[in-house]
């Protein structure tokens, strides 16, 4: 089974781990200070039109159908290629299904997204399927038998995110093919039978891979404007332009606590309670992938309920106003979780990707690809690791405290985000012990 922790341990940090744990906290305390003392009022979220556009050559060709088209084929290409292992190659560890589908697709999506925004949306073969399909039976692709209802949200989605860190994290047996096979076609069944009951707008709100791949890419430096002009813009704009609905903040919450939960699986006093336990793993492991993700959300809930009260803001406001700064917190984990796993799991899978059926064949010319360390030192990722843990911290303590301005009062928003900056520490905290637990 592939191994998701990197390389680094606390031991391998140039500066003991306590000084680390207290550096970080410290630096949630200094930003927050700072934020109080000279930011004053709300100022992202904006879709300015003065953002610097890209070069007229580049607009016209990324805006251009036919660059769509060239991206959405090539993604169904992609899928094909990757179905050939799943259906017709050999159920061993040197077939590439897993290290594709968890490592190169699930880990990939977080550096693209965030590079170039939310690229799934137009990659996703599923959504291309269901537009041909419309397409050839004259329909509009956006209408289905029925509207989807007001209510819905997110919360299609967040079950579809947790059946996949389920499986991913949980599942017995998750590395092998029929186990794969099954899921994705589970999914794909759902997702193209909500497509066409309620029109491609259910992709927007069911599909996990979509909706991930749309919360990091709003922290992408490049956006498609109102106005269809991909233009340059401040990140914590586009995740501050994410707003409050239904089962957003259950989803935020589970891919927080899911990362946690990889993190403390990994642990040795985890990894002996797996082993000596009575009761089958993944019994044991649903209870533990549940609590956690429990636990993440009781303290979201008990700082945002606090925040609201202490921030005389409108009762049961609070809670989802805040959700979007729980996303750069959780990409940090993902980052500094699978960092190792991606550079060097991905290399071993890009081998393997070149003779899917294990035939001695060598279709992509990758089969003597040769792994390289790329610089992953354990200091150098112990060290990584701590940091980007602590920058989406920080981030999110600049996402939390703008919203807080406009949903608190004056007089009260200082007061209203002292327990959104425990909350901050804590997740610090906890999050730095349970990824250095080993």
Known sequence: MLLAH??????????????????????????FVALSALWKQPRLGGDSPDARSLPAAIQTAVTAPAWRWIWRIAALVAAAYFCIGLIFGPDRADNPTAGAFYVLFW??????????????RALNPLRTLHLLACKGLGLDPELGLRPLPAGVGYWPACAGLFAFVWLELVAPERATLPVIGAWLAAYAALTLGGAVVFGSQWFDHADPFEVYSDLVGRLAPLHRRRDAVVAWRNSLDGMAGLRPAPGLTALVVVLLGSTMYDSLSNAPVWVRLMQESAVPAPVTGTAGLVTVIAMVLAAYRTATTLAGRWGSAQPGTTAGEIAH?????????????YYTL??????????????????GADWLGTAGWTIQALGTTPAGVATLQVTVIVIGHVLGTVLAHDRALALFPRRTAVLGQIPLLVLMVVYTVVGLLLLFAA
């Open 107 to 120: 880990v990939g999506l977080v550096p693209l997204s965030l590079l170039f925004g939310p690229v799934w």
């Open 6 to 31: 990197g390389i680094g341990g606390r031991q391998d940090l140039p500066i003991p781990f306590s000084a680390a744990l207290t550096g970080a906290a410290l630096a949630l305390l200094v930003s």
């Open 342 to 359: 991606f550079l060097l799991e991905g290399q071993r899978t890009i081998a393997l990707l070149s003779d899917p059926l294990d035939t």
């Open 325 to 337: 700064s729980i996303v750069p917190i959780a990409v940090g984990y993902v980052i500094a979780h």
